[in-house]
């Protein structure tokens, strides 16, 4: 039996605490509404669930044994949270000109919110890290792997998604409270930041 209650407990606080995926919900949705902010919470969970599949199928051990693969998402989990971020701080310098000049179709606005969603999950060591060295651990020896990794994929998944969500609300209620030129560009501002200095952080490792 999967100690799941045990794996919540582990997980609830890790999914919680701010990290870059929460980070971009909210740049998203403060720059583009609700719906921005949800398909990127669609995102980043669509990454963890990559990360499920390659711990179900095995893909764990050998990445393991490859130490330079982490090196290469730190790497590009880093450049392209520092890329994010300073968008953010460039939107703010400009102002409302830039916001005016970036505007895009929905459709392609969509998939801008969830493969920046993706990506920031997918380039997340700590989420690698998560996946393919924390869950086995809460496999029990003769459980079926692949069924049991994706039952905990799911309950991470679940958890996140409903955190990413209320993120994307929180950031579009902002965005509408604070849509004049000066706040809006205080918010750009904060937002960039924050993404900038996760970016040092992961980098620091």
């Not at 919680?16 to 909210?26: E, K, N, R, Y």
């Amino acid at each position: 039996m999967l100690p799941i209650w045990a794996f919540v407990a582990v997980t609830l606080p890790l999914v919680a605490s701010p990290g870059p995926s929460t980070a971009v919900v909210l740049r998203n949705s403060i720059a583009g509404g609700t719906r921005a902010g949800l398909l990127t919470a669609l995102g980043c969970n669509g990454g963890s669930l990559c990360y499920g599949l390659l711990t179900a199928f095995g893909f764990a051990v050998a990445l393991q044994s490859f130490p330079f693969a982490w090196t290469i998402l730190r790497i590009a989990g880093v450049a392209y949270l520092a890329w994010l971020g300073l968008r953010s701080l460039v939107r703010a310098t400009q102002g409302n000109a830039a916001a005016t000049a970036a505007v895009a179709p929905p459709e392609r606005e969509g998939w801008q919110s969830i493969t920046s969603g993706f990506l920031t999950n997918f380039f997340n060591p700590s989420l690698a890290a998560f996946y393919l060295i924390v869950v086995p651990q809460f496999i029990p020896r003769g459980a079926p792997f692949v069924r049991s990794a994706m039952t905990l994929t799911a309950i991470h998944i679940g958890m996140a998604l409903s955190w990413h969500s209320s993120w994307a609300f929180a950031g579009a209620s902002l965005a509408r409270v604070l849509s004049s030129g000066g706040p809006r560009r205080v918010l750009d501002t904060v937002t960039g930041v924050a993404l900038v200095a996760l970016a040092v952080k992961i980098a620091r490792g």
